[in-house]
């Protein structure tokens, strides 16, 4: 059964937040990166630009075919899982 332990990882040291697992030996674990504030900053940013940038275009109504649209607008990127 797997237990969450909140950690800070610095390298390759380990600064416990929460009690560490109480465990004889070795324990393996899977570490998941949490954002931090800044990344969501830069992230709003991005957003906001690209709010901006439809604005200009005169909105979603400066849109003639919003399928068509919405098709292009995804065509840049792979979604998870697959390939290209």
Do not use: C
């Not at 040291?13 to 929460?18: G, K, N, T």
């Not at 992230?43 to 400066?62: K, M, N, P, S």
């Amino acid at each position: 059964m797997a237990s969450t332990y909140r950690a800070v990882v610095d390298g390759d040291h380990i600064r416990w937040i929460d009690p560490p697992p109480q465990s004889k030996g070795e324990v393996e674990v899977r570490v998941t990166v949490v954002e931090r504030e800044r990344d969501k900053t830069s992230r709003r940013e991005l957003v906001r630009e690209a709010l901006e940038q439809l604005a200009a275009r005169g909105g979603i109504v400066g849109i003639e075919d919003p399928a068509s649209w919405q098709r292009e607008s995804r065509s840049d990127r792979v979604l998870p899982g697959r390939e290209p």
